[in-house]
C-alpha cells in the first residue's frame, strides 16, 4: 500500500466536510483531488473569516496505480500554475494609510493599497500575486485596471 499525505488550514469544524469531499471526488474518478483544487474549494465553500484555523492532517492509502495516478495529477496541476503565474498584469494602484484588514490574508498590519477601479484595498504583495491568477478584483469581481504599457495602448489602437 501507498500513502499520500495532504495538510490544509480550515476551521476545527471543517475536517469531516474535507475528508468527505477528498473521499467522494476519489471515488468517482480514482484520483486524489490536487491540493491546490482542495485549497480553492475550501476558500470558496468554507468561511474562514471568523473562525480559529487549524493546520489539518490528512493521510490516505492507495493502490499503486492510484498512488501514480495521483501525482500525475498533482503535477499536472503544478506545472498549470506554474504557467499561469507568468501571466500577471501590471495593476493601477495608490497607497493608502488606512488601517483594514487585508481581505486575501487577513492581516491587519503592513502596507496596503487601493486599487483601481473598486477601491478595494490589499496588501500590495497579496493583490499582485492574486493578479497572477485572475485579472479580477478578488473582493468586489470588477476587472483590475492595468498601467497602460506600450504593448496595451497597441492594442486597443488595432482594436
Not at 23 to 29: A, G, K, L, R, V
Not at 130 to 145: A, D, E, H, Q
Amino acid at each position: 500500500m501507498y500513502f499520500i499525505i495532504r495538510k490544509h488550514s480550515a476551521p476545527h469544524g471543517a475536517k469531516k466536510r474535507i475528508f468527505r469531499k477528498y473521499i467522494n471526488e476519489f471515488e468517482q474518478s480514482e484520483i486524489l483531488m490536487s491540493e491546490w483544487d482542495m485549497n480553492f474549494w475550501i476558500r470558496k465553500n468554507i468561511s474562514l473569516r471568523s473562525s480559529v484555523i487549524h493546520q489539518h492532517r490528512f493521510v490516505f492509502e492507495m493502490s499503486f496505480d492510484q498512488y501514480v495516478n495521483s501525482i500525475k495529477h498533482n503535477s499536472m496541476v503544478e506545472q498549470w500554475l506554474i504557467k499561469k503565474k507568468s501571466n500577471h498584469i501590471d495593476i493601477v494602484y495608490k497607497k493608502t494609510r488606512k488601517k483594514t484588514r487585508c481581505c486575501i490574508c487577513l492581516e491587519s498590519s503592513g502596507l496596503f493599497v487601493e486599487i483601481d477601479p473598486c477601491k478595494c484595498i490589499f496588501h500590495l504583495q497579496c493583490i499582485k500575486t492574486s493578479t497572477k491568477y485572475s485579472n479580477m478584483c478578488p473582493l468586489c469581481n470588477k476587472p483590475i485596471k492595468e498601467h497602460a504599457t506600450q504593448t496595451n495602448v497597441k492594442k486597443e489602437k488595432t482594436e
